[in-house]
């Protein structure tokens, strides 16, 4: 199925350092979301956003909304062992209810 | 406000035989949604309902899937004749709908592999 490109792939990164990722796609969304996953658990929301060039913080978590309606990436500032996990991007066409996931960014902190 | 809980967390079924699984939403959301995940991938999307309504469904829901919400409420996801590449992570999801819509809240998930 459909999805977006989502990188990098995989992150191992020390303690304290921000983290920035990605994702574009060929197709304009409308909506795009933020979710983090951790194993055996279902995807939980970090961020969702709504309007093209909207930029929206969650402690320490920040996501833009691309201008192009194309892109979007997720920044954690000062990452700490939690924040362990694959997060993923999501976008929607429309309020049908659909999403199309990336294929999801592993992120791994060192103490 | 329990969340979205799906039943069973696991599941082991052998190749040929049916499975049903099932999905209770958050009991104020309206639209309910099935996604399937495979190891290293993002969920991929099935099929959603709103109440009682099943209002899209995805080309990968072949004709051994069916999905079922009968009284708006829980909804079943039924696999027949399952197969190895069945095996996968199935995501229940709920939401109000509306402009928040996309704000899903998904279940545990139900691991299924086919042996």
């Known amino acids: 199925g459909q999805q977006l490109n989502q990188s990098p792939q995989s992150m191992f990164i020390q303690e304290g350092e921000d983290v920035s990722m990605n994702c574009t796609s060929s197709s304009i969304f409308n909506t795009w979301l933020w979710y983090k996953q951790e194993p055996g658990e279902g995807p939980v929301l970090l961020i969702a956003l709504y309007k093209a060039g909207e930029l929206t913080s969650n402690g320490r978590l920040t996501a833009q909304f691309g201008i192009t309606r194309k892109d979007s990436f997720l920044n954690i500032s000062a990452s700490i062992p939690s924040d362990v996990g694959i997060y993923f991007c999501?976008?929607?066409?429309?309020?049908?209810?659909?999403?199309?996931f990336g294929q999801g960014t592993e992120l791994s902190v060192k103490p | 406000d329990t969340g979205v809980s799906q039943d069973p967390r696991h599941k082991i079924t052998k190749r040929g035989q049916n499975v049903t699984f099932r999905c209770d939403p958050i009991s104020e959301h309206n639209r309910l949604y099935w996604y399937r995940q495979t190891l290293g991938q993002g969920p991929e999307f099935l099929t959603y309902?709103?109440?009682?309504?099943?209002?899209?469904k995805s080309r990968l829901l072949s004709d051994r899937f069916s999905a079922e919400r009968p009284k708006g409420s829980f909804s079943t996801l039924e696999i027949q004749r399952t197969e190895q590449g069945d095996s996968a992570m199935y995501l229940c999801a709920s939401s109000r709908g509306g402009q928040d819509g996309y704000g899903y809240t998904f279940g545990s998930g139900t691991r299924l592999t086919v042996v």
């Open positions: 999501a976008g929607a066409f429309n309020q049908g209810g659909k999403l199309i």
């Open positions: 309902f709103q109440n009682e309504a099943q209002l899209e």
